[in-house]
Nanobody
Framework: QVQLVESGGGLVQPGGSLRLSCAAS????????MGWFRQAPGKERECVAA????????YYKDSVKARFTISRDNAKNTVYLQMNSLKPEDTAVYYC??????????????????WGQGTQVTVAS
């Protein structure tokens, strides 16, 4: 059974940085696209970044481009989200998710059958 565990969230001032990690177990992590999603109170869940199994292709939501970087280490079964220049509107619960897609970069949460428990990111002064 696939298990995903996020870590690295917290409270940070505007302009600050955080690095989220997601450790996977129980599945063939290295074969599938991984994604980072977020959900703010009263808003729909949205995909902020995704990365193919090799790391060769990535997707970013427009509002996080040039600020967030997704990466993965298949030897460690871990995917990361480096978040720089954080803004108050980045405040949300962040989730990592594993797809069953090998080469694509799906944006819809429906394409990701496995989810972590989420980690809170709060950007405030």
């Amino acid at each position: 059974q696939v298990q995903l565990v996020e870590s690295g969230g917290g409270l940070v001032q505007p302009g600050g940085s955080l690095r989220l990690s997601c450790a996977a177990s129980g599945g063939t992590f290295g074969r599938y696209t991984m994604g980072w999603f977020r959900q703010a109170p009263g808003k729909e869940r949205e995909c902020v970044a995704a990365i193919t199994w090799s790391g060769g292709s990535t997707y970013y939501k427009d509002s996080v481009k040039a600020r967030f970087t997704i990466s993965r280490d298949n030897a460690k079964n871990t995917v990361y989200l480096q978040m720089n220049s954080l803004k108050p509107e980045d405040t949300a619960v962040y989730y990592c998710a594993m797809s069953r897609t090998v080469g694509g970069l799906p944006h819809s949460g429906d394409e990701y059958p496995y989810w972590g428990q989420g980690t809170q990111v709060t950007v405030a002064s």
